[in-house]
């Protein structure tokens, strides 16, 4: 007979999730927002947030030290999860299962890696199988995976594209094997869906790059399978990212680009805007509009900022995670100053890209920047050569410091726009500037 007074003996995944309630519970009593303890911290937003995910992977230790250091919890949150680590060892030894989970690896990059195998090599088919050999496992496995997922598509803001596209590219080749190793509709569904989003999110850093033709095919293997699963959801999203690169919006646009072909894949898009969230719909409409902006239709631009306006308005932290963690209203903001530029109104661009770049809430690097690029042009055409020439000059070493090619495309095309005073002083002194990061 069980003795009723003996208490049930806690599973690793119990105190693994009191940990995450004790996190929250002590980040609120100390008056921290996630943001405010990632700054005391030291870590981005994305890894304070995962540490209060329930049903998630434990947190590392360091992590952990850290938010227990910054809401003076005296050693509690370490020594809970002590016990949680303890507890899985134990638990591990009795029944020997294979399970992956996430670790922080060389550049501080989270890589996945089998406890059992020991290594940090990809996934293989036979490590996949024994992964998803159970609804249970299936669902932490693929819960696992798609936290780093969202980790890495939110270095994309901090870590040169340079550095990342190797553990991105190992992840997605980690994320096929579960899905080839699915073995129920639900599993399929859901492991299908990480594999898009993470191949957009490969997408994204091969752009950055500037390699174009692996960014749209990455794009388009993600529309391609989400249309095959019949995943309106990631199907939509596949398409808005797509759009920007066929338009090539992001460089304003190059001669690569087409943007009736963009505005097309957008209106797809738009088609299933009920199953998307709102930062995706608020991406949809500052797309469209940037793209009527190129093509001089004001009233078409007007409109379609009014849509995306009112989508981020209802976007709230929990949206702002993976693909769209740098997406919140004073994003839009950005896009109005970018609109405004190309439709001639450069005093209007100038007000909106300032106003973006002092909100507290423009905390993303890559679109700090383009604003900046934008903000040059503006100034420039406004009559102030010398202050959009240095903005330019100083936002363009800050591009080439991070690696992203993409950007520097735009940066490149703000200052074609110049060339109507190219025999001036200041971009005469811009040019050089430019030259000597160039190397001639």
């Known amino acids: ?28 009593d100390a008056g921290f927002s996630q943001r405010g303890l990632a700054a005391a911290t030291g870590y981005t937003r994305q890894y304070v947030s995962m ?37 899985r060892h134990l638990s591990r030894q009795r029944s020997n299962p294979v399970v992956a989970e996430p670790h922080t690896g060389s550049a501080g990059l989270p890589v996945l890696v089998s406890t059992e195998l020991g290594s940090d090599r ?36 901090s870590i040169a594209p340079d550095a990342l596209i190797g553990p991105i590219e190992a992840h997605r080749d980690a994320v096929a094997a579960l899905f080839r190793a699915a073995t129920d509709d639900r599993s399929k569904q859901r492991a299908g869906a990480l594999l898009g989003e993470t191949s957009v999110v490969a997408s994204r850093v091969w752009s950055a790059i500037g390699d174009r033709s692996m960014a749209l095919t990455h794009c388009a293997f993600a529309r391609k399978l989400a249309d095959q699963l019949q995943d309106k959801t990631m199907g939509g999203i596949a398409r808005i990212f797509e759009s920007n690169l ?4 992001a460089t ?45 239709l ?18 709230d932290e929990n949206d702002r995670a993976g693909l769209f963690s740098d997406w919140n209203t004073t994003r839009i903001q950005v896009y109005i100053g970018t609109c405004q530029l190309l439709l001639g109104q450069p005093k209007r661009a100038i007000a909106a890209l300032a106003e973006a770049l002092n909100t507290p ?12 690029v934008d903000l040059a042009s503006a100034y420039a055409l406004s009559g102030e050569l010398e202050e959009g020439c240095r903005i ?21 095309r703000a200052i074609e726009r110049m060339a109507p005073w190219h025999d001036e002083r200041p971009v005469l002194a811009m040019r050089e500037r430019v030259d000597s990061i160039n190397g001639y």
Request: hydrophobic share 40%; proline share 3%; with cysteine.
């Open 298 to 315: 004001r009233e078409e631009c007007e409109e379609a900022l009014v849509r995306a306006q009112r989508a981020a308005e209802d976007i």
């Open 1 to 28: 007979m069980t003795d009723p007074t003996t208490e049930p003996e806690r599973t690793p995944g119990d105190i693994a999730n009191h940990l995450a309630r004790e996190i929250k519970r002590r980040r609120l």
């Open 51 to 87: 540490t209060e995910w329930e049903d998630a992977n434990l947190p590392s230790r360091e992590l952990i030290a850290a938010i227990d250091t910054a809401v003076d919890a005296k050693g509690d949150l370490v020594a809970i999860r002590a016990e949680a680590k303890d507890t």
């Open 392 to 412: 330019l000059g100083d936002t363009y070493i800050a591009l080439a410091t991070m690696g992203n090619h993409r950007g520097l495309e735009r940066a490149q």
């Open 361 to 372: 809430q423009g905390d993303s690097p890559n679109v700090d920047l383009a604003a900046r």
């Open 246 to 249: 066929r338009s090539d919006a």
């Open 252 to 296: 304003l646009i190059s001669s690569d680009g087409d943007v009736v072909v963009g505005l097309r894949i957008l209106k797809e898009a738009a088609n299933v805007s009920d199953f998307l969230p709102p930062a995706a719909r608020a991406r949809i409409g500052a797309e469209q509009a940037q793209a009527y902006a190129v093509l001089e």
């Open 122 to 157: 990809a996934l293989d088919s036979g490590s996949a199988t024994s992964l998803m050999r159970s609804r249970a496992a299936s669902e932490r496995s693929i819960g696992s995976f798609a936290a780093v997922t969202d980790l890495l598509a939110g270095q994309r803001q």
